[in-house]
C-alpha cells in the first residue's frame, strides 16, 4: 500500500516539477526516481526494502569537499541503516564538464571506498533539478508518513567541512536522532557547502 501510493504521489509531484518546482524543503512530500547504479541495475526509492527512510547525499568523485565527507558519510550508512535510514548517494555531474565523474569513474570510487550504500548516477540531472540540489555535498533526510516520503531535513552534514572532530553541530545526525525519537527536527535546513553542481552546458 505504501509504494502504491508513493507511484500515485510521484506523478503528481513531476506535474510540479515540470511547472517549475524550487528546492525540497522540510515538509515537502518527495517524487520517486529510477537511477543506475555502479552495478548496472535501475534503482528506485521503493526498491529499497525496510527503510523507514533515506539520507540522500547529492555526491561526485571529484569535489574536494566531498572527499573530506567521504568518511563520514559511510558512517551515516553504517550507523542508521540498521535503524531503517539508509543513505543513498547520487552523482549529478556532467562528466563532459567534470570527467573524472563519469560512471565508469563511479563504478571505480565506489569498489576503492568500497561503499556499502547506493551510489546512482543522475545522467539526465533530472533528478537533481528536481530536489533543488546545488553543492556536491547536498543532503536531504526523509521519512515515510502515512504512507507518504516527506522531507525532514535539507543542508550540510555538519559545520566544519575540514575536520570532522573539530565539529560541534552535527545536523544530519541530531536530525536523525529527533526522527528516531519522534521528535521534531531541531534545525531542519542549513546551507549546503561544497562543489556546485556541474550543468550540462548549453
Given amino acids: 500500500m505504501k509504494k502504491h ?11 510540479g516539477f515540470l511547472n517549475g518546482q524550487s528546492q525540497y524543503k522540510a515538509g515537502d512530500i518527495v517524487s520517486d526516481f529510477k537511477l543506475k547504479n555502479v552495478k548496472g541495475e535501475m534503482i528506485s526509492l521503493a526498491d529499497i ?11 561526485c568523485n571529484t569535489c574536494p569537499v566531498v572527499k573530506k565527507y567521504d568518511q563520514r558519510l559511510q558512517d551515516l550508512h553504517a550507523k542508521y541503516s540498521p535503524k531503517g535510514y539508509p543513505v543513498v548517494a ?13 560512471y565508469d569513474k563511479m563504478k571505480e570510487t565506489a569498489e576503492r571506498l568500497n561503499y ?8 539526465t540531472q533530472e533528478v537533481a533539478r528536481r530536489f533543488g540540489a546545488t553543492n556536491t555535498p547536498h543532503i536531504y533526510i526523509m521519512s515515510w508518513k502515512d504512507g507518504k516520503l516527506a522531507v525532514d531535513y535539507v543542508g550540510a552534514i555538519d559545520n566544519n567541512a575540514d575536520d ?3 565539529a560541534d553541530k552535527k545536523y544530519a545526525e541530531d536530525a536523525l ?13 542549513t546551507k549546503a557547502v561544497g562543489c556546485s553542481i556541474k550543468w550540462k552546458k548549453g
Fill in 5 to 15: 501510493l508513493f507511484i500515485f504521489l510521484a506523478a503528481l509531484m513531476m506535474t
Fill in 49 to 59: 526494502d525496510d527503510a523507514d527512510g533515506f539520507i540522500v547525499a547529492f555526491w
Fill in 90 to 102: 547520487i552523482n549529478p555531474n556532467d562528466p563532459a564538464v567534470s570527467p573524472g565523474d563519469s
Fill in 116 to 123: 556499502k550504500f547506493e551510489y546512482l548516477y543522475d545522467e
Fill in 164 to 166: 570532522a572532530s573539530a
Fill in 177 to 189: 536522532d529527533s526522527i528516531l525519537k519522534g521528535q521534531a527536527v531541531a534545525v531542519a535546513g
